[in-house]
């Protein structure tokens, strides 16, 4: 049984997306992350992506390995992705996969000014 309301909410966001999970494509193992849920490895995760993340930085490429090897170790299905992206270019963005359909997604926008010289 879910004891908090921070629990309720996780369980209620990991049961949506394992519903919307593509049909024929094996699911992520969802328990494992309800099991663990918590105030405290919440803290943890805040605590640990709590750093300067801006688009390109170090900060940002040590976020991305601590979550992928935490859902690693959740045993969550995921690719982790290094992208070299045009920030604050406005335009669309979509996946297509064949048979699957389209996903719309959202352009990067909004990353630190370069410096005074380039």
Request: no cysteine; hydrophobic share 45%.
């Amino acid at each position: 049984m879910i004891a908090t309301p921070l629990k309720a909410l996780a369980a209620a966001a990991l049961t949506v997306s394992a519903m919307s999970w593509p049909s024929g494509h094996v699911q992520p193992n969802t328990n494992a992350v309800q099991q663990e849920v918590s105030a405290a490895e919440i803290d943890r995760t805040l605590r640990a992506i709590d750093v300067d993340r801006t688009s390109g930085s170090e900060g940002e490429r040590a976020s991305a390995k601590y979550l992928d090897r935490r859902l690693a170790e959740y045993g969550i299905a995921h690719m982790l992705y290094d992208s070299h992206l045009y920030l604050s270019w406005p335009g669309r963005a979509e996946l297509v996969v064949p048979a699957l359909g389209t996903i719309r997604g959202k352009t990067a926008a909004f990353a630190a000014a370069t410096p005074k010289d380039g």
